[in-house]
């Protein structure tokens, strides 16, 4: 194995529990092995993310591995970097300075240029790095990095030997599951963005009894040529089929990412562009590797290992990934009418639904299915503001409804419509069960026209029905918006 750096300890390979995390909640059976399998190089108990650190393999994008001491995340990566015949380059992240990594500067015979004095621990000639402890790393020290993890570069020099670039580092944040690792901190939120895998490794407590044993009784100092020869072949056929993935991905892929990120979005879990067009890549990836069936959980495995959130010491709840893939995955999964009533009730906004409803609805009888599905699952006081925008143009032809889906929209709206005579707004006097009446009051007054005239019957019907909204304000914006993208839509 070709190895230059620093405190390089192999160490025999640990499964991590992950009691309480993501990974485990996607499925009680046991993954797909692939013709590959890492027990054949000595690696124990990886069985459940094995498929996705191969898929690192075949995109050659950053891997980041995260897990307690002596899970053999060190080992691991070097035993891939021998098996593939790699220069390999192993740098303890807490203890390297950047002289170690590009050696020392002096200036060409010719003053024109400076150049860099190589020693075996420098990384110009490696085709594979490990930052190991990369938590531990100097901030400076992490800044310096980006451009070597992102770019293959250092010094604004290409690194064209460079193929794999890895890191590993011990849990961060708070919440260490009863451990302390107190020089382990939050990677800045930047660099794990760079990352296309952020994998957290498994450890002692999950294991059978039989991988305890093989753990127990492993000898590290054996070679295993026949691991290494399987590998090589298998890699270039995955690399074949993940080239035709990416160079076209199918729409199912593309629609379950872009949906995905929304509903993260949604629970508060930003997705960047970049994240969102790497687990395209991280798809494909893993399919290739896995091969056909079991396509679902191949794509759960993806969404749970791509996302860098980890890497900064936050757990994204397992509730909220597994409600992203299952809402992203169905709608995906769904054609024609189908899909198209999903993403109806997928958006969250009124203006929005009303957009889909006009420009993209496939027939009435979709337009009258969507319609009154909504008009029977939102809040009484929702239901009723949504109708009462939608009602003119109902009425008008203007909508992509079926006939029947006319009178289902004025009977909500009529709720609205038939609130007659003059509504007191005056302050509150201690005696009216209503103590909002004065608040609203203030919100029509500085309204005018037509605007206020809709405002003030539709507060009318929340007030005397006592569905007076938190935010009265957020509500009269979205029935004018709503009002305003039906008028552009209809004219």
């Keep these: ?163 794999y670039r890895w890191a590993a580092m011990n849990p961060c944040g708070p ?38 044993r093989a753990i127990a009784g492993a000898d590290d100092s054996i070679e295993r040529p026949a691991f290494a020869s399987a590998l090589r072949a298998e890699l270039e056929s995955w690399r074949s089929a993940y080239r035709s993935l990416i160079a076209e991905p199918d729409e199912r892929t593309i629609e379950y990412c872009r949906i995905a990120a929304n509903e993260l979005g949604k629970a508060g879990i930003r997705i960047s562009p970049r994240r969102v067009r790497q687990i395209v890549k991280n798809i494909s990836a893993l399919r290739s590797v896995r091969g056909s069936g079991r396509e679902e959980q191949t794509f759960e495995m993806a969404l749970n290992w791509s996302l860098p959130q980890r890497a900064w010491g936050v757990q994204v709840s397992e509730h909220v990934a597994r409600s992203a893939h299952r809402t992203a995955w169905d709608a995906a999964s769904l054609c024609g009418t189908q899909k198209w009533l999903n993403e109806f009730h997928l958006e969250r906004r009124f203006p929005g639904k009303i957009k889909k409803l006009l420009t993209s609805c496939p027939d009435p009888d979709s337009g009258t299915l969507a319609v009154t599905q909504l008009l029977a699952h939102e809040p009484k006081g929702r239901a009723a503001m949504f109708a009462y925008a939608l ?8 909508l992509n409804i079926g006939s029947e889906g006319v009178p ?44 206020r005239e809709r405002a003030a019957q539709l507060f009318n019907y929340l007030f005397i029905n006592e569905l007076t909204p938190v935010d009265p304000v957020a509500v009269e914006e979205e029935l004018d918006q709503c009002v305003t993208c039906l008028r552009s839509l209809t004219l």
């Design 1 to 163: 194995m070709k190895i230059c750096g620093f405190s390089f300890v192999p160490v025999r390979l640990l499964v991590r529990s992950v009691k309480k995390r993501s990974v485990h909640h996607m499925s009680t059976k046991k993954p797909k092995r692939t013709p590959v399998q890492l027990e054949a190089a000595g690696i124990y108990g990886y069985e459940a993310i094995e498929s996705v650190i191969l898929a690192s393999l075949v995109t050659t994008d950053p891997l980041l591995l995260i897990g307690r001491c002596g899970t053999g995340k060190t080992f691991l990566l070097n035993s891939l970097s021998a098996a593939l015949g790699l220069e390999h380059r192993h740098y303890n992240a807490s203890l390297i300075s950047f002289d170690d990594l590009v050696g020392f500067p002096y200036p060409s015979k010719e003053f024109s240029r400076i150049e860099y004095l190589q020693t075996p621990a420098t990384v110009w000639g490696a085709e594979s790095v490990l930052i190991d402890e990369i938590s531990r790393c100097k901030p400076e020290h992490q800044n310096r990095l980006f451009s070597l993890v992102q770019e293959k570069r250092v010094q604004g020099i290409k690194l064209d030997k460079l193929i």
């Design 175 to 212: 919440d260490q599951n009863g451990d302390c690792y107190e020089g382990s901190e939050p990677l800045d939120q930047a660099l794990a963005d760079r990352f296309a895998f952020i994998v957290e490794v498994p450890d002692w407590d999950e294991m059978s009894d039989k991988t305890h």
């Design 391 to 398: 009602y003119p143009a109902a009425l008008g032809g203007k």
């Design 408 to 451: 289902e929209i004025g009977k909500v709206a009529s709720g609205v419509l038939d609130v007659r005579g003059s509504f007191s707004w005056r302050p509150n006097n201690g005696t009216s069960r209503h103590p909002d009446n004065a608040r609203l009051q203030n919100i029509l007054d500085g309204m005018s026209g037509k605007r």
